[in-house]
Each structure stands twice: as C-alpha cells, then as structure tokens.
C-alpha cells in the first residue's frame, strides 16, 4: 500500500510542477529526454507504439526501458479486468466503485464533486496498474433521446465546462491520466460510425467543444478521443481542422490522441489528421504506415512527432509497478464515500405537494415498480463496471424504514423491458414472467392487480418508474422518451387507490411526464446514482438530507418541442451498430466478410445543426415553447431567499454578490445560477445563457454572502466573418436564481 501511495505522489508532483507554465507546457518539460529516446529508435518501434498491443493496452520501447500504455474503461467505475477482449478474466480483486453516471454527477452542479470523481476514479485506476481512463464523456447532451445521455454531462456548454476541468484535474492528480471523449460532435448514437454532423463554426466553437478546450486549456488534459462521426465531411480521426487546426494550434494541445475502438478509417488520412494511435488492430498504423514512410508518401517526421506526444504522456503518468498493481480490492472506503456524497447531492425534487419528506405519521409504505430493485453498474451496451456491491432503492428504504418502524410492502407493478444479450441478434423474447417483449408492452393486468391491492393498504405509496440500461444504452438511440412497459397505466391506477404517491425516476435522461404527472403530488429523479444510490434516495426520501440535485438538462413536454426533433434534424436508424459489428462476431454470426461488405454498404447519412446554438433551455426560451421542468430546476425542502444584488465591472472580470438565506428548519444546500442576457446586441444570442453557477450550504437560519464572478472573455461570441472570438460591447442583464426559469434577482451592467 505504501508503493501505492508512493506514485500516487509522485505522479501529483508532475501534475503541479512547471511554476508559470500553461497546464498543456508543462507536459513538454521532459521533451529533451523524449527527442533523445525517438533518435535512438527504429521505424518499426515508433510504429509500434502508434497501434494496440492488446484490446486495452500501446506498446511501449522494451530495448529502451519505456513501458507499454494501458487503458481502462470508464466514465464512472474502472472496467473489470478483460485480458485481450471484452470478457470478463474473472478476477476477484478487480471489483471497483461504481459512480454514479454522467447526467448524476452533473446533476450535483458541484465542481468540488466533480474534482471528487476524477481524484477516486484516478486512485482506483492506479490501484490496478492503469495510464489512461477513458473518460469522462463531455459531449452535450443535444437529443432527449440520446442512448448516452447518463455518460454525458449536461445541454449546457458551461456547466459541462466547469465539471470536466474539475474532473481532469481531480484524476490526474490522483495519477491516471483523462482521456477526453468523443471528440467532438458525438451527440447521437444512431449511426454513430457513418453519420456526418454539419455544423457551422459558431455553433461547434460556443456549444459543442467548449468542455474540451476548458478541460484541455485549464484542466491539462493529457489525452483526447477522436469520436466515430464525420464533421463536416471528415471522420473525427482523421479531422484536421479538428485535431491539428483547432486541438493542437489554437488550444495548444501536447499530449496524445487515441481513436475510439474500431475509430480509424484510413492511413495516411489519420496519419495527416491529427491521430496517434490506433485502437484496435494495426492495419492502418501498422505495417501499412511503415510502407508509407518507406516509400516517401510519409514524411517520418510525422511519426516522429506522434511519438513525442505519446511518449509526453508516458513520462507525466509514472508506471505502477507490477508487483504493486492488483494487490489489493479495487473499490476503497474514500472512494466509495465520494460516490456516495455524489449520490447525495444528486438528487432532484422536481415537484412537492407536501407528501415528501415522508411523514412520522406514515407506518406502512408500499414500494411499486421493477426499477426499485434494479442494479445499473451493469447491463445493456458500453460503459458498465463490476462494483463491490451496489445498494437498490428497495435495499435503501427498507433500511431506513426498518430505522423508524415503517412496515415496506413490494410488487414489482410492471415488466421490464431487457436485453437477452449486450449486442447483436440474440432473440429479444422474455426471459422470465417479469421480461417485457419491447418497451411498448402494455401493463401486465395481473402485476397491476396485485399493486393497486398493496397500495390500497398502505398509508404511502413510492412508485419506481423510468428507464434502465438495456432502453438507454451506446449503440442506440431511444425511439421515443415515453415511459415504458405501461407506466403511465400503472401510476392512475395507483394513484386512484391511495393518492399519497410519490414518484421517483429512475433513469439517465429525460422522460415524457405528461400522463405521470397528475398523478404523482410528488416526484423525484433519483438517476443511475452509484454503489450508495439506494442509501442516499432513502435519506431525501425520510428527509435526513434536503434533496439539492439541480436539472443538468430541461425536461421537454414531448419530444418533438426540442430542436433537432422540432426542425427535422435526426436520421433514420441503420440496422446496425457499426461497433458490434467489428468487435462482437460471437453475436451477430456474421462472417468477417460479411461484416465488412455490410461496413461498406453504411449508408451515409447526415445531421444538420441547424438550430445552432440554441440548444436545449436556449431553445425552448426563444422558440416560447413550455417545458415540463426548466434547466436547473430542483426543489428544495426549504425556501431560500434571494438578497439584493451587486455588481462590480472591471476590464476583465464582473463580480456578482448578494446575501443567501435558508428559510428553513434543516440544513440545506442551494445551487445558486447566475446568467447573463445581452441587452440591444446586434449578434443573434439566446435570451440569456449560464455563465457562473455555485453550490452554498446553509444552516437552518443561516445567511451567507455570495460572490460570483464572469471573465468577460466567457462572454465572447464566436464571430463569422472575423474567425475568431469577439467581445461585444453594450448593456447586459445580469439574473441570479433557482432554476433557469426562476430569477430571484437582477441588475444590468456595462461591458467596455
């Protein structure tokens, strides 16, 4: 342990050395050392190291003492051990934490959470010898129904921002270098490895690559995954404006790029377009590069430089010896604490009528919905984890409950839709009476009977609804939002035999709550929340903690309000997803020739970004289209006052403060927003946008200063006709509230 411990520190010293040098410069301090190494090696080595090894591991110069690069899989635990593909080895140490998912951690809208993530992910990486962890996924969330909609972080460019800086900071300084994904444009899966997302500039450079450059720029970011889309035309692995124009010029980007798994499309193509490696196989940046070199298509140079970038990563992020790694149980007490805080603080009250915190007077509870004994750290497609153990929301309440002598009573009330198998053509039929054939079934008559008789005895009933990982899941995008396995049925009748309900969500993005809605005096989001996420639900629900969770994404009234819907903006599905069809032949009985006259029959779809950059609560604001519940929207079980605002305007920084006061009886969080509304602009802008945000915590009574600040710079508008970013000047509105649709207070400025 004391090894462990040891690098850890070490790596920290690398992360905070070079005094005055950007977070990106301070990656090239052993460049000397790098170019020694490079002038020492053979073609056929640097080549080497510019493809896999194994499915999770680059070769490194054995003759030269440079150890091989290895990867994990996140965003929100570190993948079980696989060995040279994607089954389990069946390790017994390899257990890790499993955090609560992307949508979660966003929900806290707590950079000290976010540093908290990257910290444990990037402790537990260490603990079992790994470099990189591939995450977090920072895309924005553009479609409701995105299948990764719980990896990524928000629909909001700077709340993404801020979380991803903390994060990479966090997991770097624990040791185990970010690996930013998916660069860039990545916002839908439906024909993810074909589809060319057409954007203008404005739109990608406010929008859409905000959280990389912030994560890249101030969080030192050390690696960046290309993703599988086109952009404008050119696969992101190959993307010169991207990776070499806009990552490694403008923003000064030194580390390395890593193709997503099957990402790479071409030899010369990615060698020219900004990739250093790829992943997996080496039949572009392999034999065909060396070819490449050999007969002058290729400068070596080239290969060169890819090679310093990898090799600047290797020298940042000490090895964990071999004899220190897997020693002990992956998942730890502080990191589980950290994904329980998380968890906590996750947590959204969307609506309150008075049923929740459950009353003293409550001695009987009925428990209604599958989702409330569901375990998320697995299943479906993509990210998973092998957790130490995982607390259910019936686990959680049943604890509680037990705690202050409520009797808890459970029917599952619904089937549940799942996957027979994580890819390809396994039959979908049911696997047990309470398997759903599709999403669409309707309510099974006798699990409602046996519900509404439970509920009809109870003094309160929760009902558990939403999705799981088998609807949301990589490879696929949702049909619709609506919630599945006749839901909505289950909810009336429930609600006309005992009209004490709450309702708690269980999923990873939005759902159509229009039915729910009446019949539920209460909801709550309780997300895919961790290991500790039935604990935690359990002490919002008893109210040991006052929920403090904040919407990282608006909740839309139906789908086809939000803009890419609205405009037309989203493609057909493709039979396929193009992953599976590489990686899992055992699934989808295709033959490798099979596969690959299916890869060159893809057809080629596109997606137009023509609601720019009005995107989520942008949109809606501008377009007056009512939502079912506002970006940053979260009731509290206190109110919170709002003190008069003042406002300090200096050439490079507006500082915003005004008093903070919980109303309340119990301690309590707020997340306080703060945006920003041009007055007379003479560029097109959304009514207002997030420029700072803060989580204060407050004692019962308590009054708090509260200071925010906005770099003028953040509030530049990517300019057309200029190219680059442009600072207008004029009036602007600052607003300070709850929720993007609950201003308590505001006051103008003046930008010079």
């Known amino acids: 342990m004391k090894k462990v411990l040891q690098f850890a520190a070490v790596a920290l010293i690398i992360a905070g050395c070079g005094c005055g040098m950007s977070p990106q410069d301070r990656l090239t301090v052993n460049d000397k050392k790098i170019n020694g190494i490079i002038a020492q090696m053979t073609l056929e080595e640097k080549v080497e190291m510019l493809h896999s090894k194994t499915n999770m591991s680059s070769e490194g110069v054995p003759r030269l003492g440079i150890q091989d690069i290895k990867y994990t899989d996140g965003p929100f635990g570190i993948r079980e051990e696989n060995g040279d593909g994607f089954r389990s080895l069946g390790w017994t140490l390899d257990s890790a934490t499993y955090f609560p998912t992307g949508s979660a951690l966003a929900a806290t809208w707590s950079k000290e959470m976010a540093r908290k993530n990257g910290w444990a992910m990037g402790k537990e990486g260490r603990l079992r010898g790994k470099d990189i962890i591939l995450g977090p996924a920072i895309n924005i969330q553009r479609l409701p129904v995105g299948g990764r909609t719980y990896e990524y972080l928000s629909e909001d460019p700077v709340l993404a921002a801020r979380l991803s800086v903390e994060y990479t900071i966090g997991s770097q300084e624990a040791g185990t270098a970010v690996c930013l994904k998916h660069y860039a444009l990545n916002n839908q899966e439906t024909d993810r490895g074909s589809v060319n997302v057409i954007a203008d500039e404005r739109t990608m450079r406010e929008i859409y690559l905000k959280p990389f450059e912030a994560a890249i720029k101030e969080g030192g970011a050390m690696c960046v995954m290309p993703a599988y889309n086109k952009v404008n035309g050119y696969y992101c692995s190959e993307n010169a404006h991207l990776n070499n124009e806009i990552l490694r010029g403008e923003w000064g980007f030194k580390g390395m790029t890593v193709s997503d798994w099957g990402g790479t499309h071409s030899t010369m193509g990615a060698a020219l377009g900004g990739l250093c490696v790829q992943m997996t196989g080496d039949n572009y940046f392999g034999q065909a590069l060396i070819d490449s070199v050999r007969n002058g298509a290729l400068p070596e140079s080239v290969v060169d430089d890819k090679v310093r970038e990898i090799l600047r990563l290797r020298f940042a992020i000490e090895p964990v010896p071999e004899d220190v790694a897997n020693t002990i149980m992956t998942s730890q007490p502080e990191t589980q604490q950290v994904a329980y805080e998380i968890a906590q603080k996750s947590i959204v009250l969307l609506k309150n009528e008075g049923n929740l915190p459950i009353s003293k007077e409550v001695k009987k509870i009925a428990v209604i919905g599958q989702n409330a004994v569901l375990t998320t750290a697995a299943g479906g497609i993509g990210a998973g984890v092998k957790t130490l153990y995982e607390i259910s929301p019936l686990e959680g309440i049943r604890k509680r409950a037990a705690e202050a002598g409520v009797e808890v009573a459970y029917a599952p009330g619904y089937k549940n839709y799942k996957m027979r198998m994580g890819w390809g053509r396994a039959p979908q039929g049911p696997s047990d009476p309470l398997t759903a054939n599709s999403p669409a079934e309707p309510a099974d008559p006798a699990l409602l009977a046996e519900a509404v008789a439970l509920a009809k005895d109870a003094d309160m009933v929760i009902f558990f609804g939403g999705t799981n990982k088998s609807i949301e899941t990589e490879g696929s995008d949702r049909k619709n939002i609506d919630l599945p396995c006749g839901q909505n049925d289950v909810i009336k009748a429930l609600y006309e035999a005992n009209p004490n309900v709450a309702t708690v969500l269980i999923s990873g993005g939005p759902t159509d709550l229009r039915f729910l809605e009446p019949y539920s005096p209460a909801i709550v989001q309780g997300w895919w929340n961790g290991l500790e996420?039935?604990?935690?639900?359990?002490?919002?629900?008893?109210?040991?903690?006052?929920?403090?969770?904040?919407?990282?994404?608006?909740?839309?009234?139906?789908?086809?309000?939000?803009?890419?819907?609205?405009?037309?903006?989203?493609?057909?599905?493709?039979?396929?997803?193009?992953?599976?069809?590489?990686?899992?032949?055992?699934?989808?009985?295709?033959?490798?020739?099979?596969?690959?006259?299916?890869?060159?029959?893809?057809?080629?779809?596109?997606?137009?970004?023509?609601?720019?950059?009005?995107?989520?609560?942008?949109?809606?604001?501008?377009?007056?289209?009512?939502?079912?519940?506002?970006?940053?929207?979260?009731?509290?079980?206190?109110?919170?006052?709002?003190?008069?605002?003042?406002?300090?305007?200096?050439?490079?920084?507006?500082?915003?403060?005004?008093?903070?006061?919980?109303?309340?009886?119990?301690?309590?969080?707020?997340?306080?927003?703060?945006?920003?509304?041009?007055?007379?602009?003479?560029?097109?802008?959304?009514?207002?946008?997030?420029?700072?945000?803060?989580?204060?915590?407050?004692?019962?009574?308590?009054?708090?200063?509260?200071?925010?600040?906005?770099?003028?710079?953040?509030?530049?508008?990517?300019?057309?006709e200029t190219n680059g970013w442009v600072v207008e000047p004029g009036k602007i509105e600052i607003l300070v509230g709850s929720s993007s649709d609950d201003i308590r207070q505001s006051i103008e400025t003046q930008i010079r």
């Open 533 to 720: 996420g039935g604990t935690a639900l359990a002490e919002v629900l008893f109210g040991d903690i006052a929920p403090s969770g904040k919407l990282p994404f608006t909740f839309p009234l139906k789908l086809e309000d939000s803009p890419a819907f609205a405009l037309g903006n989203f493609g057909k599905n493709s039979s396929e997803d193009l992953f599976t069809l590489m990686y899992r032949l055992d699934a989808t009985g295709y033959t490798r020739e099979q596969i690959q006259e299916y890869i060159n029959n893809l057809p080629d779809p596109e997606s137009h970004y023509t609601e720019g950059i009005f995107v989520g609560y942008r949109w809606y604001e501008a377009k007056e289209v009512p939502v079912m519940y506002a970006f940053g929207h979260g009731l509290s079980y206190v109110d919170f006052e709002y003190g008069a605002l003042s406002c300090k305007t200096k050439k490079d920084k507006i500082q915003v403060s005004f008093d903070l006061k919980n109303l309340g009886n119990m301690e309590a969080d707020e997340v306080v927003q703060l945006y920003v509304r041009r007055i007379d602009s003479k560029v097109e802008r959304p009514l207002k946008e997030l420029e700072a945000f803060d989580r204060i915590a407050l004692k019962a009574g308590e009054t708090k200063k509260v200071t925010l600040e906005v770099p003028v710079s953040e509030l530049a508008h990517w300019d057309m």
